[in-house]
C-alpha cells in the first residue's frame, strides 16, 4: 500500500483479521479489514455507545452523507426506511457515490468509501461538508458494525451493486447493472447484533431527528416509513378497520423561520412580532449563519443553537456572539430612540430574551467539539 493509508490503519503488525474473509486476500484487503476490526473492537470510539444511541448514530452517519450531497445543492430528497426484517434503508437522489476505479486503492471508490477508515475526508473536497457526522468517520463504520449492507448506486447511466458481510467483507467487487438515467445511492444495511445490545430501531427517535434535519436544511425533503409487521396502527377508514404503517415527510421551504414557527406553535405560546430571520456566509472561510427569532408573551427563553445541524446544548461561540450582539444591539436601539435615558442602567441580557425563540444555526467546515 502506497502513501494513501488511512493515518487509522496500522502499518504493522499486519496479522489476519479474525475475520473470515471469502476468497484470497492481499495485503491491501487485509489491511482494510484491520481498519475495520479496529471499529468492531472498540465500536465505542466510533460511535459513541453501543447502546441505543449508537445504534441510531448508524443510520444518522449514512443520512448526513446524503444531507452533505443535498448541501452541495445535488440531492434534494432522502428516504429512510425501516424495513419489515429490521434493516434499514436510506435513499438519495444525489450524484452517487463515484464508481470508477479508485485511482490508489485499486477498487472502486464505492468500495473505497464503505471500506476504508475516514474516507469520507478524502472526497468531495473544495465542497461544504457540514452536516453532523460525528468525527465525519461515515459510511465505512456503519459497514464495519453491520452484520450485512448492500449498496446501489445509479450513476454514469447504470446501476452499480456491491454486497459486504460479517463487518464490511464485500462478496464480489463493485457490479454494474441495467442501464439507469438517474443518479442517487441506495444503502442498506443491518446492524450487527453481535455489537449492539438491541438492534431495534425506534421510529420516534429517528422522526424527531429527522424532522430538525429538515428544519436545518431549507428545501430538503426527508421521508421516513417504517414497514416492521409490529409497528402497524389500526386506523378507522369511515368505520372500516383498516391497517396502517407509520410514515412521515418533512419539507420546509423556510427552514429556521418554520422552525420558529413550529416551536412556537408546540408552546402554545402568544408571539408579539413577526419571525425575524437573517443568514450570512463567508464563501472564503467556508463558515454559514442562520438565526431566525420570535418574542412571544412568556417568561421563558427558548435559544436553541446548532452547529453542522447539531443541537449544541452546552452553547459556545456562535450562542455567546449571538446573545452579545443581540442584548448590545436592543439596548443601542432602546437609546437611540429614548426608551433609555441617561440615567437608565442598561437592559440585561436576561431582560432582552425574555419570552424569545430564536434557532442559531452555524455550519462550518473545520468544527472544534468539545465533549
Ligand atoms: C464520495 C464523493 C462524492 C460523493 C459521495 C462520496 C457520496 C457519498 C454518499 C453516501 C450516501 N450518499 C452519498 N452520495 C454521495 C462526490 C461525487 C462527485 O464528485 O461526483
Known amino acids: 500500500m ?24 492481499g495485503a491491501d484487503a487485509i489491511q482494510v479489514l484491520e481498519g475495520l476490526e479496529a471499529v468492531r473492537k ?29 448541501l452541495a445543492g445535488f440531492c434534494d430528497t432522502i428516504e429512510v426506511t425501516i424495513l419489515a426484517d429490521g434493516g434499514i434503508r436510506v435513499f438519495d437522489n444525489g450524484r452517487g457515490i463515484p464508481v470508477d476505479m ?40 456503519v ?34 447493472g441495467e442501464e439507469s438515467d438517474e443518479t442517487g445511492t441506495i444503502i442498506t444495511f443491518w446492524p450487527d447484533p453481535e455489537i449492539f445490545e438491541s438492534v431495534s430501531f425506534d421510529y420516534d427517535t429517528l422522526r424527531t431527528r429527522f424532522q430538525q434535519m ?29 391497517e396502517r404503517q407509520p410514515a412521515d415527510s418533512y419539507l420546509y421551504e423556510r427552514g429556521l423561520v418554520d422552525y420558529v414557527e413550529y416551536i412556537n406553535k408546540v408552546r402554545k405560546a402568544e408571539t408579539v412580532n413577526d419571525i425575524i430571520d437573517f443568514e450570512s456566509e463567508d464563501t472564503e472561510r467556508k463558515i454559514a449563519m442562520e438565526i431566525a427569532m420570535q418574542w412571544t408573551t412568556s417568561y421563558t427563553e427558548n435559544v436553541y443553537t ?35 435615558k441617561d440615567k437608565d442602567e442598561n437592559l440585561s441580557g436576561e431582560d432582552v430574551r425574555e419570552g424569545l425563540t430564536a434557532v442559531i444555526s452555524v455550519k462550518l467546515s473545520e468544527p472544534q467539539f468539545e465533549g
Open 2 to 25: 502506497t502513501s494513501a493509508t488511512p493515518d487509522s490503519v496500522p502499518e504493522e503488525p499486519r496479522s489476519r483479521p479474525a475475520h473470515k474473509a471469502p476468497g484470497d486476500y
Open 42 to 70: 472498540r465500536p465505542g470510539m466510533y460511535i459513541g455507545s453501543t447502546g441505543e444511541r449508537g445504534l441510531h448514530h448508524l443510520v444518522y452517519e449514512i443520512v448526513d452523507n446524503a444531507v452533505d450531497e443535498a
Open 102 to 141: 479508485h485511482p490508489t486503492e485499486g477498487k472502486s471508490t464505492v468500495e473505497v468509501v464503505l471500506t476504508v477508515l475516514h474516507a469520507g475526508g478524502k472526497f468531495g473536497g473544495g465542497g461544504y461538508a457540514v452536516s453532523g457526522g460525528l468525527h465525519g468517520v461515515g459510511s465505512s463504520v
Open 143 to 176: 459497514n464495519a458494525l453491520s452484520k450485512r449492507l448492500e449498496v446501489e448506486v445509479r450513476r454514469q447511466g447504470y446501476v452499480w451493486r456491491q454486497s459486504f458481510r460479517d463487518g464490511g467483507v464485500p462478496l464480489a467487487p463493485l457490479e454494474r
Open 214 to 242: 429538515a428544519f436545518l436544511n431549507k428545501g430538503l425533503r426527508i421521508s421516513l416509513s417504517d414497514e416492521r409487521p409490529e409497528s402497524a396502527y389500526a386506523v378507522d377508514n369511515d368505520g372500516e378497520e383498516a
Open 306 to 340: 446548532f452547529a453542522n445541524t447539531i443541537n449544541t446544548h452546552e452553547g459556545g461561540t456562535h450562542e455567546e456572539g449571538f446573545r452579545a450582539a443581540l442584548t448590545a444591539l436592543v439596548n443601542r436601539y432602546a437609546r437611540a430612540q429614548g426608551l433609555l
